[in-house]
């Protein structure tokens, strides 16, 4: 096949995140399976215009606030019709591929945004997103949906989407590098969160539950990895609080520090109020760390509550502080979950993931020439 995936992000992208690392573990797949691959992404000042990342090619075009206006010209500047398939990775707003392009789509959410739209943008531009998102059922009426939880797939029947075009394929991760080492100590005390700092994602939740923590003699250090522009508010907030020794933020890190991080924190963080799925949640679990987590759509599909680790009501900062308590002061309720953690991440590998992605590519291709 001849494949067409767009997205706004690339592998390279200084944002790219779990929804662009998904998308990528697929595509090179699907070239190692002997197909041909074209990712059409934004472009970046300092990038190519194109290049080779894993044998798929990358086409860099246009600006992130420009991308989906100017999509369609580009792709058809690469013969379009010779495209077997897209792939639109609807993990910003949709670029409706249907509407311009004959080819048959399949289109991945990680998830939508929703009214989480009104808490992290302008009410303007939360309306403008939420606008696009309302369309989706009509434009891609005759399109096949890969979500990657169940909490997506229901988000998606609930906006009118029929049950029997969306198949739901978990990511996968890479087992032979996110694992547990036994030569490194854990820290007590040490809490880790890995992702963008956004409003959605609740640091601010955590923070306020260290505070509480604090309040009962109750030691806890913070790690922060990640960017995004509420890095400033968390930071502010951690000046009010008085946890400047307790709080650190070290921005964008190599994977292997990460790791380490990861090998090394005694629980992982995840008080967001929406995930597509939570790949960092196993990617920890598979470090033998267990997960604190927002009771929120993909975070309760990825955490096994009370086996892997724990959920609390979204924004509840002392429900947050009483499960860190609970494990905190209880190592043996550590081990177990982290047991557990270990088993569980172990269900899920890229392979098996781009094995099902391509059977899912493969049928909507042949299903798309036997009705045309």
């Known amino acids: 096949m001849r494949i067409l995936a767009l997205n706004w992000r690339d592998p390279h992208n200084p944002e790219a995140g779990g929804a662009e ?75 409706f591929s249907p509407r311009w392009s004959k080819t048959p789509v399949l289109a991945i959410v990680p998830h939508l945004f929703g009214t989480t739209a009104y808490r992290e943008v302008s009410f303007i531009k939360a309306l403008y997103v939420n606008a696009l998102e309302a369309m989706i059922p009509k434009v891609y009426a005759k399109s096949n949906f890969v979500a990657i939880s169940d909490s997506t797939k229901h988000d998606l029947v609930r906006r009118g989407i029929p049950a029997d075009q969306i198949s739901v394929i978990p990511c996968g991760i890479d087992t032979d590098f996110y694992k547990q080492n036994p030569s490194i100590t854990v820290e007590q005390g040490r ?45 502010l907030l951690v000046g009010k609080l008085n946890l400047q020794d307790n709080v650190t933020f070290e921005g964008f890190i190599s994977q292997e520090d990460k790791l380490s991080w990861l090998q090394k924190s005694y629980i992982a963080v995840f008080p967001s109020a929406k995930e597509g799925w939570g790949l960092t949640v196993i990617e920890a679990n598979s470090c033998g760390t267990p997960v604190i ?3 929120s759509d993909g975070l309760r599909d990825s955490v096994l509550d009370g086996k892997t ?24 309720k550590r081990a177990e979950l982290s047991k557990n953690a270990l088993s569980w991440a172990k269900t899920f590998n890229w392979n098996e993931t781009g094995k099902r992605m391509l059977k899912v590519m493969n049928s909507t291709v042949q299903n798309h020439k036997s009705t045309n």
């Open 21 to 95: 690392i998904h998308l990528h573990e697929i595509l090179k797949r699907a070239v190692a399976a002997g197909h041909e691959v074209i990712h059409v992404s934004h472009a970046i000042q300092w990038l190519p215009d194109k290049e080779v990342i894993d044998g798929v090619q990358i086409h860099r075009h246009g600006k992130w606030y420009s991308y989906n206006f100017t999509l369609k010209k580009y792709c058809q500047s690469l013969n379009l019709d010779s495209f077997d398939l897209i792939i639109e990775d609807i993990c910003k707003v949709p670029v």
């Open 293 to 295: 987590a927002s009771d």
């Open 309 to 332: 680790g724990v959920l609390v009501k979204h924004q509840d900062s002392v429900a947050l502080a009483d499960a860190l308590e609970s494990i905190l002061k209880n190592p043996e």
């Open 191 to 235: 809490l880790l969160f890995v992702g963008r700092l956004k409003q959605y994602k609740g640091v601010q939740h955590l923070l306020k539950a260290m505070k509480i923590l604090q309040t009962r003699n109750i030691k806890t250090n913070l790690t922060v990895i990640g960017e995004g522009d509420y890095s400033h508010s968390l930071k």
